[in-house]
């Protein structure tokens, strides 16, 4: 059994939106049922990773911060995440992760939708 992360984040941005959907309970819910549905995931112990009211434009968030960490540390070996615009709303420094980070420590990304 590995850790697996789902990783949830609403900005302040968002917060006037009434869209349930953009919800911190609605993506716990969405990457939880993404979880169990999927043969390869279900059954792992689930990290769960929240930072309610930041930006997705740089990677300075608490959850972000402690998530990035247990990656390093080879604690994580897959990741999931509502859209990839959860994770960074930085192409490039997304892109940078994956590649450099991610891959390099043999931990997945997923992305629900």
């Known amino acids: 059994m590995e850790n697996i992360a ?32 999927d043969e390869d995931l279900k ?13 997705g434009t740089n990677l300075n968030r608490p959850g972000m911060q402690d998530m990035l960490k247990g990656v390093r540390e080879e604690q994580i070996k897959c990741v999931i995440v509502k859209d990839f615009s959860s994770f960074s709303r930085d192409h490039i420094e997304l892109g940078s992760h994956i590649e450099q980070i991610f891959l390099f420590m043999g931990c997945k990304i997923y992305s629900s939708k």
Do not use: W
């Open 6 to 37: 789902i990783y949830m984040r609403l900005s302040k941005e968002d917060e006037f939106i009434k869209d349930e959907s953009n919800s911190i309970t609605s993506q716990r819910l969405m990457l939880l049922n993404y979880v169990s549905s």
């Open 43 to 55: 059954g792992n112990n689930i990290l769960q990773f929240v930072d309610d009211g930041y930006s």
